[in-house]
């Protein structure tokens, strides 16, 4: 799944739930290429409905193909801890070792949240407007490698649910690693940065 360039990212629409879930579809043939699941855990889920879910810790699992029960099809998991401010989020392959990690700037118009290899190393920044649903991809000479961008699904969809579907495009040849970063940005975006309750 991750040897290509494009992702749409469509969001399981539910009232009043607690955890999200994200189907990942082939843009062009709408076909279902991958599955994002978030599980918290049973008193962390609990917890979201008294307290607001921007704070508590989260962990969102990422797997090819449409069964998110198939541990097999595992990609990789974005995980962030317990944060009162600037939350780092954890960028971890299969076997849950860290292979990177988002921190959010400190005073910017916008998200803004730089990206950084297992060693601590900055490698990219994304940076969005002042929409905030418009995110570009760069590295570290303001290069783009690649875009997250919203897609309305029709206006009355998105005035009375909190789904949001987005489209992940990713400059350039396909790059594995590049895919599951710009891919783990785009969800951290949603679950992280943006969802509110």
């Not at 590295?139 to 992940?168: H, P, Q, R």
Request: proline content about 4%; glycine content about 8%.
């Amino acid at each position: 799944m991750l040897e290509r360039t494009t992702f749409f990212v469509r969001e399981h629409i539910g009232f009043m739930k607690l955890t999200d879930t994200y189907d990942i579809l082939d843009p062009e043939t709408q076909e279902q290429i991958g599955i994002a699941r978030e599980k918290p855990g049973g008193l962390l889920t609990v917890l979201r409905l008294f307290v607001n879910k921007q704070l508590l810790p989260t962990k969102v699992f990422v797997y090819e193909g449409p069964n998110p029960d198939d541990e097999s099809k595992l990609l990789f998991s974005i995980q962030r801890g317990f944060t009162l401010f600037r939350p780092r989020v954890n960028i971890c392959d299969k076997n849950g070792n860290v292979v990177g990690w988002f921190k959010s700037k400190l005073f910017t118009i916008g998200a803004t949240f730089r990206v950084f290899d297992a060693a601590g190393n900055e490698v990219a920044l994304v940076k969005g407007d002042w929409k905030g649903w418009n995110f570009r991809f760069l590295d570290n000479s303001e290069n783009e490698l690649g875009t997250v961008t919203k897609k309305w699904a029709g206006i009355g969809k998105e005035l009375f649910t909190s789904a949001d579907n987005y489209m992940i495009a990713l400059n350039g040849e396909p790059d594995q690693a590049k895919a599951m970063l710009l891919l783990a940005a785009g969800l951290a975006v949603d679950t992280v940065y943006k969802e509110k309750q």
